[in-house]
């Protein structure tokens, strides 16, 4: 077992106070948006060999099988699957999709072929792999997720009272909905700038005699990132407000962005993203329209399913499975040891990962790394996280 040496990345939307309130140290004035847990090599989490700080994704391919477990290799190769984030957001993310693994290996490999860098600011995939991925709400939590049924978008531009909006409500009303958010959604990729103040002055006059959650969270986005096209792909997106231990899952060509509040996230270890906007980074919108999926069914809010004192978030892929263990003072011991790796993470209380050898205490924000096969178990007053692979459910 090892005690995670994490990164901390600063992006502008992220926090400046969510993390420190949770890990209890001073903010430093700038963002903190993310907390980075696993093998990523963009930002590895680091463990202690000695005096000697290593990267855990170098600890990984030394002795993969050791590490990760046979069937772990067999499954993804010599790699972890999954990475872990502490996500804490005060401004909006940008709308954003992410392909499918067939896509991903089919942009990767096309890209290669072009000569892209895998640096390039105008590159679409940075690797071969799918990423799917799952927010559990730590504070009550907003974002957007999925496209809104056609007739409810246009009720909604229809409300605004924006004439230049009016041909859109009409495709929403009179074309069958796949077709009709495809075509609305490509259009507002591209949209003119006295589109976007016009929307922008109306959801302003809006926000100031609705009290709706929703109108007030576009409003907030069209002031966030003024002139920004990504308002109008937002505005065909439904608003979703989780409460603490609340869940969503993110499938491929799902469009998204998170808009406020503190989360465990967990992901397949890809950096595959395609956005649509609320960025100055790039947006490919014919790469997008074959990624996005317009008749996908909306995500549906999670809740976990207990079992034995474990918390599980139901997930359809086998890159990750996340639970959830809330320990009370004095209860017995639960032993977590599975023939595949592991994380955990504790966001509350203090919680001590033993094993016959070592005995790791760990408090909100502090993660250990568990390799595959390692005796563990948990005790304490707190709440614990565990990442392993979706595969280790059918091995325990």
Not at 7 to 13: A, L
Not at 298 to 322: H, I, N, Q, S
Not at 366 to 379: C, H, I, K, R
């Amino acid at each position: 077992m090892d005690l995670l040496r994490n990164t901390v990345q600063p992006y502008d939307w992220g926090s400046r106070t969510l993390l420190p309130e949770l890990m209890g140290v001073p903010p430093t004035g700038a963002p903190q948006a993310e907390l980075w847990m696993g093998a990523h090599p963009a930002a590895p989490s680091r463990v202690s060999r000695g005096e000697v700080l290593i990267p855990l994704d170098r600890v990984v391919s030394e002795d993969p099988e050791g590490e990760l477990g046979a069937v772990t290799v067999r499954r993804f190769g010599p790699r972890l699957p999954f990475l872990v984030k502490l996500l804490a957001a005060d401004a909006p993310l940008s709308v954003q999709v992410h392909p499918d693994l067939a896509q991903a290996q089919a942009g990767f490999a096309r890209e290669n072929a072009l000569g892209v860098p895998l640096d390039a600011t105008h590159r679409n995939y940075r690797d071969d792999q799918h990423k799917p991925e799952m927010i559990v709400a730590l504070t009550p939590f907003r974002g957007l997720c999925g496209f809104r049924h056609a007739a409810d978008t246009a009720r909604l531009l229809a409300s605004l009272e924006v004439p230049a909006l009016r041909p859109y409500v009409e495709t929403l009303c009179v074309l069958p909905e796949p077709q009709a958010l495809a075509e609305v959604f490509r259009a507002f990729l591209r949209p003119s700038a006295g589109l976007l103040d016009a929307v922008a002055r109306s959801l302003a006059v809006a926000v100031a005699g609705s009290d709706e959650a929703e109108i007030a969270a576009y409003d907030r986005i069209a002031r966030a990132c003024p002139g920004d096209s990504g308002l109008l792909s937002a505005l065909m997106l439904r608003y979703v407000e989780l409460s603490p231990g609340e869940a969503l899952f993110l499938g491929a060509g799902v469009p998204h962005a998170y808009l406020s509040g503190l989360g465990v996230e967990i992901m397949a270890s890809s950096d595959n993203v395609l956005r649509c906007g609320l960025t100055s980074k790039h947006v490919d919108a014919e790469e997008l329209t074959r990624v996005v999926r317009f008749g996908a069914p909306p995500a549906r809010v999670l809740t976990p399913r207990e079992k034995e004192g474990e918390e599980v978030y139901p997930a359809p892929v086998d890159d990750f499975l996340l639970s959830r263990y809330r320990l009370r003072a004095g209860e017995p011991r639960r032993r977590v040891t599975l023939d595949a790796p592991q994380i955990l993470l504790c966001t509350a209380g203090t919680i001590t990962v033993s094993s016959s050898e070592e005995h790791l205490d760990i408090g909100p924000g502090q993660a250990v790394y568990v390799p595959a096969g390692a005796d563990a178990v948990l005790e304490g007053a707190g709440t614990a996280f565990r990442a392993t692979t979706g595969t280790a459910q059918r091995l325990r």
